[in-house]
């Protein structure tokens, strides 16, 4: 307690989305929009995808490798501000409003994996950042499940962000940006994988080969926000 009074005197924070005065303990988010944080609904059973016209546009075209994919709320309002803190603003405690979250959704989705990973960062981005937001989230969900967490992807150097791509750009950027950690071998295990933010699913579908290959079970995803992936440019 005295820690956090101290830091509330000495770095006095405000709520990432309203902008409001907040304590240290609150992480960066007031209770008000702290509630304003939905639970995903509706969307693809196998891949959470939007469904239009009864296609999902994420797998309803191609081979989709994760056996399930579950995301946590969408990619608008509260949920986005405090994702862009933690990735651009480097207010990595944001983590843990976002990691709580993840546990709730995992626990209601009735997904019992082995071992759990997150998408990963090559080192320049990682030493920039100072971090991998999706490694943190992956790691307290390990935590408090009991399972072990580890570092199962690699990406390859100086791959260019994904930010600014649109559709296709994305969908080519994913070919030969990972690889499986060198003499990577998994016995037959459930694999979680956690990442931050689903456009187009991509990444998670290229990664989620890549351990299948390395001998695992079955691949499982979790993302915190859906992105709508019709708001990117077709070209």
Known sequence: MARYLLLDLLLPSRCVACG??????????????????????????????????????????????????????????????????????????????????????????????????????????????????????????????????RKLIVERRNSPTQRELGLRGRLLSCHGRYRPRRGLRLEGEAVLLVDDVFTTGATINECARLLLEAGAREIFSLAMARADIKRLEMF
């Not at 891949?47 to 994760?66: K, M, Q």
């Not at 090559?122 to 490694?135: I, L, T, V």
């Open 20 to 149: 409001s005065p907040v304590t240290a303990r609150r992480n960066h988010l007031c209770g008000e929009c702290a509630g304003e944080i939905a639970p995903l609904r509706g969307g693809c059973p196998v891949c959470s995808g939007a469904v239009e016209e009864g296609l999902c546009l994420i797998c309803g075209d191609r081979h989709w490798y994760p056996g399930r994919s579950i995301i946590v709320s969408e990619y608008r309002g509260v949920m986005k501000s405090v994702i862009g803190a933690l990735k651009f603003d480097g207010l990595r405690g944001c983590y843990r409003i976002l990691a709580p979250l993840a546990l709730e959704t995992l626990a209601s989705s009735g997904i019992l994996p082995d071992i759990v990973t997150w998408v990963p960062m090559n080192a320049r981005k990682r030493w920039k950042r100072g971090f991998n937001q999706s490694e943190l989230i992956a790691r307290h969900i390990a935590a408090r499940r009991g399972l072990p967490a």
